[in-house]
């Protein structure tokens, strides 16, 4: 290999690197403030419960339904792919990795919510992530380019007979409606 080649790779792997650095930076951050938010509402004083506790108890579940809904929105495979659309000349690997990535982070900022709805729930909340995880993967399988994941994910996630992200929508309502 000659000098340019040599110094061109060095930038390569620099550039890469300090891509991965940010990402991986950026997610322990966020990973180190929920953790902070979590001690400090273990360590906040106990909630006065007013006459009508219950209300308020039915009044957090239904805000988690509601937030697990647009969780479930901003994942969706469409939704998804309009916020995030593949930069000219982007790889199939980085655009599958910020695709991936979005979703761990709409996961993540919702994990709280686990407590105010039921197992079933939850479970299925965790299945439409992980249904929509693995069409982004099978997507990815081949592509050379971001524009193509994007292409395929589109006609994959149009093909999907059982629509996991449908079925978490259904079922947080009839949650919610439990609780109404």
Same mark, same amino acid.
């Given at each position: 290999?000659?000098?340019?080649?040599?110094?061109?790779?060095?930038?390569?792997?620099?550039?890469?690197?300090?891509?991965?650095?940010?990402?991986?930076?950026?997610?322990?951050?966020?990973?180190?403030?929920?953790?902070?938010?979590?001690?400090?509402?273990?360590?906040?004083?106990?909630?006065?419960?007013?006459?009508?506790?219950?209300?308020?108890?039915?009044?957090?579940?239904? $805000?988690?339904?509601? &937030? @697990?809904? +647009? #969780?479930?929105? *901003?994942?969706?495979?469409?939704?998804?792919? /309009?916020?995030?659309?593949?930069?000219?000349?982007?790889?199939?690997?980085?655009?599958?990795?910020?695709?991936?990535?979005?979703?761990?982070?709409?996961?993540?900022?919702?994990?709280?919510?686990?407590?105010?709805?039921?197992?079933?729930?939850?479970?299925?909340?965790?299945?439409?992530?992980?249904?929509?995880?693995?069409?982004?993967?099978?997507?990815?399988?081949?592509?050379?380019?971001?524009? $193509?994941?994007?292409? &395929? @994910?589109? +006609? #994959?996630?149009? *093909?999907?007979?059982?629509?996991?992200?449908? /079925?978490?929508?259904?079922?947080?309502?009839?949650?919610?409606?439990?609780?109404?």
């Amino acid at each position: 290999m000659d000098l340019i080649t040599t110094l061109v790779l060095l930038i390569g792997f620099a550039i890469i690197s300090g891509v991965l650095y940010s990402v991986i930076n950026k997610t322990l951050d966020q990973l180190n403030d929920t953790i902070i938010a979590l001690v400090r509402r273990a360590e906040a004083p106990p909630q006065v419960v007013e006459a009508d506790g219950k209300d308020n108890s039915n009044a957090l579940r239904l $805000q988690a339904c509601e &937030r @697990l809904t +647009l #969780m479930l929105e *901003r994942i969706n495979v469409p939704n998804l792919l /309009l916020r995030l659309p593949p930069g000219t000349g982007v790889s199939a690997k980085e655009h599958t990795a910020v695709l991936l990535m979005t979703i761990r982070e709409e996961f993540e900022y919702n994990v709280t919510q686990q407590i105010y709805v039921s197992d079933a729930l939850w479970s299925i909340m965790i299945q439409a992530r992980d249904n929509v995880s693995q069409l982004i993967i099978r997507a990815a399988e081949g592509a050379e380019t971001g524009e $193509q994941v994007a292409s &395929r @994910l589109r +006609l #994959m996630s149009s *093909r999907q007979p059982d629509d996991a992200i449908g /079925l978490g929508q259904a079922a947080i309502r009839r949650e919610a409606s439990l609780v109404l």
